[in-house]
């Protein structure tokens, strides 16, 4: 079974913190994926990557970043966390024509 | 564009009861489409899917037709139970490109 695993659950940082999400994938997958989630708005999708050191911006970049370096890792990056950005985010990965796995979540609070 | 529309929750059903929730979808070719479960504190979990017109992907009881002429692909299950109590969205993958469209999910609350 694929396992998407996301390194924290619960996440509570200050506005201004550089902050770190992690996500590793344990199935060889080529693409990776970072959303976020909000109540009535779904799931948005905020950069994705396709092979190490690729990414392609997504429908919200604004204000993140991506680092993947090994093809198993693929980090989001928040340069300046701001209250706006207090979210659910989800870590996705996949390969070719298959579904997206999904990470249990990280809920971030920027206080 | 590509998009996914769902029916608004919540829905509240008694156990038992027969469930449908509703998906329309915008795209050009041909789609996959999903459905995804999330469970309260989850991740999003693959449900069903279906990969051409016509098709019926099925798990758990769970069923969902991809209906082409009505660009549809509405969730149904016959008895639901308490434990279905979760969000559901639909989402839809480009034929040729890997990206996805998900709905804006819809929670379901299923009662003793």
């Known amino acids: 079974d694929v396992k998407v695993t996301q390194s924290s659950r619960y996440l509570v940082k200050r506005t201004g913190e550089k902050v770190f999400l992690e996500c590793v994938q344990d199935m060889d997958h080529e693409n990776m994926f970072w959303y976020r989630q909000d109540p009535g708005l779904g799931l948005r999708l905020i950069y994705f990557s396709y092979d190490v050191k690729m990414k392609e911006k997504g429908d919200i970049p604004e204000g993140y970043s991506v680092s993947r370096e090994k093809k198993e890792r693929f980090s989001l990056i928040l340069e300046s966390a701001s209250t706006n950005q207090t979210s659910m985010y989800l870590c996705?990965?996949?390969?070719?024509?298959?579904?997206?796995?999904f990470g249990d979540g990280t809920r971030l609070s920027i206080l | 564009g590509n998009s996914v529309t769902q029916m608004e929750g919540p829905v509240t059903l008694s156990e038992e009861a027969f469930l449908t929730i509703n998906c329309t979808y915008t795209a050009t070719g041909y789609p996959s489409l999903f459905w995804y479960v999330q469970y309260p504190g989850e991740g999003l979990q693959l449900l069903l899917k279906a990969t051409k017109a016509d098709d019926k992907g099925s798990n758990k009881g769970f069923e969902a037709t991809y209906r082409k002429e009505t660009t549809s692909f509405h969730l149904e299950k016959g008895s639901v139970q308490v434990s279905d109590s979760a969000v559901y969205f639909c989402?839809?993958?480009?034929?040729?490109?890997?990206?996805?469209?998900f709905g804006s999910g819809t929670k379901l609350n299923v009662k003793p």
């Open positions: 989402a839809l993958k480009e034929y040729n490109f890997n990206k996805f469209y």
């Open positions: 996705a990965s996949n390969d070719g024509r298959q579904p997206q796995h």
